[in-house]
C-alpha cells in the first residue's frame, strides 16, 4: 500500500496525531506536565523548545517508548496505550546517530529494514529508493565508520524511511550537519509533505522551523506555551514592523549625519542592521506607519532604498516566551 | 524472524571486530600451548630423567630396564663425557635430576655392592620424588631376588619363598575407567571452559554500547519485542562460544592427542556452558550500570571460578573449603562433565547430573536477567 493511500486511510480533518494532557515523572523530576497538541495529517509540525522543556521525551511517547503516567496519544485516530502497535506507520529519527559504524550502509540499512517487517526483493528496492532520496547510493556498500557527519545524519533518516512511514519524528536531524547536507534535509522534509506524509519536526535552529513548519508547538517545563499554525503564532505572540533602509552618500558606513524620521504610530526608530526598526505601537497599523515613513523621508529629501512591512523572525518570539536565561540540561 | 536478524548483525559485528579472533581463540590457544607444555611432564609418561650409563654392561642396562618397567617416567641417555656438564646443570638448578650408573656397576652387581647415584636439584622433592621412588623400587627387585636366592639356598621351597617375600600388606593398584591420565586432559578443558566465560564481556559490552548510542531506544521503536532483543543477544553469542569451545578442544586434540571420548556427550556439555555462560551475560549485562562494572563482574566470576572450579588444578588438590565452594562455580560441574567424558570415557548418560546443574544456573541467571531487562530497556530509552 503506498503512503498516499494509507495516509487517505485517515478519516477526513482528523488530526495524524492528537496529544492530550500528557504527564511523564522520571523519578520525581517532571518531564511532561500535562501536554496537548494536534498534528494535521499531512503538515510538518515544529516541535520547539529550549533544553530540557520536555520535547524529546513527547517524541518518546510518540514512538511508545516511553509509558506516560497521565493523558493520552491518538494517531491516526486510534489511541495508542504504547508499545509497538503503530510502529509500522512511525518512523523515527533520533538525535543520536543510531547506526553501527562497522556495517555498511546497505547492513544497517537492511537490518532496520528487516526489523520493521520487510523482506526479500521488497526490501532491496526499499534501500535503492532511500538511498537515492539522500544521495547515498553510490556509498551503499561503504562501511558507516568512513562516512562525513552528514552522510551519517542523512543515512540516519534513510533508517526511519524504509517502512513508508505515514507520520515520521525527526529530533534534531541537523545538528553538525553541512550546508549542503542541510539543504538536501530539507528537501527531503518538503518531498514528503508533497507526498502525504505528516512530520514531527524537533529544532533548536528556528530559521529551520520557519522554512520548514505549518504549525508549531513551543514547549517549555514540560508544558506547551505556544501552538498553532506558525503564522498565528507569530502574529499572536509579536506585531509586525516597519524596516526603514536609506540610501545616502556614505550611508551606512558614516549614517551619523543621517538620521531617520520619527512618526506617529511606532516608537521611536531603533537601528536594526543596515538600517532601522519601527516598532508599532498599541492599536496602530503597519501600513499606516509604512505610509507616514514613505512621507517623512519624502518631507525631509531622504532617498530611500528599502521599506517594508517584516513579519518578526520566530527567534524573536521564542526567546519572548521562553526567556534568555541559560537552559543547561542536567 | 526478528531474533535471526540480529543474530546475523552481532556476527558481522563480531568478525569485525578487531581482536576478537585474538581473545576468543588465538589467546586460549596460547594458554593452552604454553600451560600444556609447561605442564605435560607431570603426566604419568611425562617426566624425562636424563641417565648416563658409565658401566655398559648387561646388567647396568638390565637396572635401566626395571627403571622403565616402574611405570611413570621416560629415560633419556646423556654421553658420558657429558656427565660434568649434567652434574652443572642440576648443581645450579637449571635441570632437576640425573641418574648415574657408574662403571664396574655389573662386577659389583655380582658381588651384592652395586650403587647407582640420583643427583636431585635441591628444592624439587614434589617433580622428582616420584623418580626417586621408581629407581629404589627397581632397586628392591634386585634385593628381593637376592634374598629369595639365599632362602632357596637354604632349602626353603620356592612357595614359602614367596609367601616371604609378599610381605603382610599389599596394594592393590586399581585404575578405574581410565584412559591415559594426563594432565592436558585438566588443562585443555579447563581453559576451554574459563575462556569461555569471558564471552560475558562481549554481552555486557554491546548491551552497554547500545545503550549508550541510543540504539537501544532505536532499535525498540521498530517492530522488536523487548524478548527478542534479549533473544537476539543470547543466540549469536551462544553459538560463539559453542565455535569457540569447539576449536579449543579440537586444537588440544590436534597438538597434544588429548583423548575426547564421546563426542555427543561433549558437544552437549559445550551446549550447556554456552547456555550457562550467555545467560549469565544477560544477567550481567541488564544488572550493571557501566560497561567498567560489568568487566569487573566478568572476571570476578571468569577468573574466581576458574580457581575455586577446578579448572587450574585437579579440585583435590585444594583445601576442603575451596571444594565445598568449588562446588557452587558452573565450571566446576562444566569441568567435571568433561573429565568425565574425556578420561572415564563416559557417556551423554555419565553427564546428566553436570548439564542438569548448568542448566540450573542459566535459569537462575535467564530469570535474574529478564527480572531486571525492563528496567534496563527503561534507561536505555530514557537516557
Known sequence: MTQTARSAKTAAGEPAVAVEGLKVLYGERVALAGVSFEVPAGTCFGLLGPNGAGKSTTMKVLCGLVRPQAGWVRLFGREVSGGHADAGRIGYVPQAITLYDK????????????????RGAALAARMETVLTQVGLADRAREPVARFSGGMKRRLNIAAALLHEPELVIMDEPTVGVDPQSRYHIFNLVREMKTRGVTVIYCTHYMEEAEALCDHIAILDHGAVIARGPLSAVLREHAEPAVYLELDEPGYPEAPAGVTPPVVTGASPPQPDGDGWLYRLTAGHDALAVLEAVAGACRGQGLRVRRLEVVRPALERV????????????? | ????????????????????????????????LVFGAVFSHLSGTG??????????????????????????????????????DQKARVAAGRQSLLLVVPQGFGRALAHGTAKVALYRAAGSDQSTGPVLAAVEQAANTYRMQAVAKTLAAHGLPMPAVAKVLAGPVRVEDVEVNAQTYD???????GYTVMFAFYTIISIVRRFHLDKDLGMTARLM?????????????????????????????????????????DVLAIAVLVAAVALCVTS???????????????????????LGGAMVGGLWFPIDMMPHTIQIIGHLTPQYWAQQGMQTVMLRAGHVAAIWQNVAVL??????????AAWRFPRFLRGAVSG
Not at chain 2, 641417565?51 to 654421553?79: I, R
Not at chain 2, 594432565?183 to 578443558?189: K, N
Open chain 2, 221 to 261: 521503536t521498530t517492530r522488536l519485542r523487548p524478548w527478542q532483543y534479549l533473544a537476539g543477544a543470547w543466540l549469536p553469542y551462544g553459538m560463539a562460544v559453542c565455535v569457540q569451545c569447539a576449536v579449543l578442544l579440537a586444537f588440544g586434540r590436534l597438538l597434544y592427542g588429548v583423548h575426547l571420548g
Open chain 1, 318 to 330: 521564542f526567546l519572548k516566551l521562553t526567556g534568555t536565561s541559560l537552559r543547561d540540561e542536567a
Open chain 2, 280 to 302: 549469565m551475560g544477560l544477567a550481567v549485562a541488564v544488572w550493571v550500570k557501566s560497561e567498567n562494572q560489568g568487566n569487573a563482574w566478568t572476571q570476578l566470576f571468569a
Open chain 2, 47 to 84: 617426566i624425562t630423567v636424563p641417565y648416563v650409563n658409565l658401566d655398559g654392561t648387561k646388567a647396568a642396562q638390565a637396572f635401566l630396564d626395571a627403571v622403565k618397567k616402574t611405570g611413570g617416567l621416560t629415560l633419556s641417555q646423556e654421553p658420558a663425557s657429558a656427565l660434568a
Open chain 2, 183 to 189: 594432565a592436558l586432559a585438566q588443562i585443555v578443558p
Open chain 1, 103 to 118: 556495517l555498511t550502509a546497505q547492513e544497517n540499512l537492511a537490518l532496520f529494514g528487516r526489523l520493521s517487517g520487510l
Open chain 2, 359 to 368: 542448566a540450573a544456573f542459566s535459569a537462575a541467571a535467564f530469570a535474574l
Open chain 2, 1 to 32: 524472524m526478528a531474533v535471526w536478524t540480529l543474530t546475523r548483525k552481532e556476527w558481522l559485528l563480531l568478525l569485525r571486530e578487531r581482536g576478537v579472533v585474538f581473545w576468543l581463540l588465538v589467546l586460549p590457544m596460547v594458554f593452552i
